[in-house]
């Protein structure tokens, strides 16, 4: 079993729909969490944290539910720019080290 | 300021031989972690260099190795290269155990 799973894509929707991504992790003792956006042939970038609370950053909602070690983000109005691969990120900090655990991806195509 | 960077920016090799990936972290940075996507894939972790040691390694062979040097740059060193080997290289660096910016990568061929 991968240690960080996502839906693969890809999503295809048309602009200003609402689109949800969903991950699942195994590591209980995962640390925190994190959507990366990538565009093609580019490096991965933070998109946002994702925390137990909820949190939100304009169009972009994230949520973490720990007991079900399950991961989520929500855009809504899609843009054209929107239009990238978005990465699941498990971060399994220990004693000051952390290393970051990828999903595969999950790829959004937004379309006029 | 300068981000993280890569070189070189794409290299082709054969199998068998050997080549080497360098990376210089975002100015204050002090750890460098090494990544490999291949296509289709996320990032996998390779290790991670802190004070010039190895402190994490993921699952790949010792034909995978590295350095960090005292100005925090690292080098990724792949021996007996296999076609297999053939991905986007990524380095990323933190500073301690804070958020890892990423370079833009070296896109390794091997034939």
């Known amino acids: 079993r991968k240690e960080v799973e996502q839906d693969p894509g890809p999503f295809n929707v048309p602009e200003g729909a609402t689109v949800a991504f969903n991950c699942t992790y195994s590591n209980s003792a995962s640390q925190s969490f994190f959507w990366y956006r990538q565009d093609c042939r580019k490096e991965p970038k933070l998109l946002m944290s994702?925390?137990?609370s909820g949190n939100e950053d304009g169009r972009f909602t994230a949520q973490l539910n720990r007991a079900s070690q399950y991961i989520s983000l929500l855009i809504r109005d899609s843009k054209l720019s929107d239009s990238a691969t978005y990465l699941c990120?498990?971060?399994?900090?220990?004693?000051?080290?952390?290393?970051?655990?990828f999903g595969a991806g999950t790829r959004l195509a937004v379309h006029p | 300021d300068a981000g993280v960077t890569q070189s070189p920016t794409h290299l082709i090799k054969t199998r068998g031989q050997q080549v080497t990936l360098r990376c210089s972290p975002k100015s204050g940075h002090d750890t460098v972690s090494w990544y490999q996507q291949a296509l289709g894939q996320g990032p996998q972790f390779i290790f991670q260099?802190?004070?010039?040691?190895?402190?994490q390694r993921g699952n790949f062979p010792d034909r995978f190795s590295g350095h960090q040097f005292p100005n925090y740059s690292s080098e990724l060193n792949v021996n007996a290269l296999l076609l297999g080997d053939s991905a986007l290289y990524l380095c990323?660096?933190?500073?301690?155990?804070?958020?890892?910016?990423f370079g833009p990568g070296t896109r390794l061929t091997v034939l």
């Open positions: 990120v498990v971060n399994m900090a220990s004693g000051g080290y952390n290393k970051l655990i």
């Open positions: 990323a660096s933190s500073l301690a155990g804070g958020e890892q910016f």
């Open positions: 260099y802190y004070e010039e040691e190895e402190r």
């Open positions: 994702v925390y137990s």
